[in-house]
């Protein structure tokens, strides 16, 4: 067997294979990244609430107690124990969500990049545009819940030292929940549509038009057009949380851009990668000026379609529609006239260009 017969087979068979094996794996570092973040979150708010001026206050007290009555009351020992723990459990999940964040994005880059040559022709364009967009998805879960933003509040207080007075940290689904809850429906409302509705709506339409089924090819390229004004929408957010996340330090807070922020503008790369795949899918090249355009009709009257000849190849008829797609005809299934149009070109071509001069 010819090797780049082989190697078409091969890719043919990744093509199958290695999306089967991606969005399990791409799930389960996802499902990861976010319980660590999530747990990291929660140890962090529990050793901030042991730094609190009014838990520095109780401290001071259980210290006191405990030395009074020789260690017997165990209090402030308790109290370290559990800051201690709080803070090493913190660390432990900042650096898993660290190491499962990595290999998250660097086993989507490895497969985006594969998703790009795994096909030839424009089938190639389509593959990348679908898997991208699902892929994209993939990291939009993880941006919408894992935390966004984390700001803490703090002053150093003569004896009690730093004391925080604040720590907030929120993802974006969990600012919008918060904007509902506290009555803000506007805000909450816009961000709600920005942050998740739009991108999947987005998503949505990138996966229809990277089907083969042309009426919903056509109709969610049209939808594409249509939703183009607002395929920034994504973007903007992503701006509007790294201005939050640069306004917010100074000498009395500090801010920290989570893992859910770095996935949600992953995201928009991916979205961005993948509309613009579909619009090179969706590229035609000029049509030739000089065609023979004609109406071709079946056999039996039931269809019909305007399209120029491309080609003759035995029984099989190669045409050009208008849109710049080919199609291909079987000259046994077309009309009588069809037939003969076809009998009168094979003639034309048989006919020598140049006659020999005597």
Known sequence: MPWPRVTSRLLALLAVLVPLAYYPLAAWLAVGVISSSTAQAAATRRAAAASTAEAKSSYAGKWLLEGITFGYYEGASLADADYDQAVAFAAEAGRRVTRLGWSLAGLTAAFIAFAAVARRGRARWRYAVRHATAASLVLFAVGVTATAVSLVAYRDVPVMGQVIFKYESKGIAEAIGRLFDSGNLVLGGLVLLFSIVIPLIKAGLLLAASTTSRSWHDTAVRGIHAFGKWSMADVFVVAVLLAI??????????????????????YCLLSITAAAALERAERRPPLPALLDWRIWRAADGSREQEAALVAIEGDLVRVLTRGGRRGKLRSAALSEADRAYLEARREAAAEPLFEPDD
């Open 245 to 266: 996340f640069a306004l917010g330090s100074d000498e009395t807070t500090d801010a920290h851009a989570g893992p859910g922020l770095f996935f949600f503008a992953g």
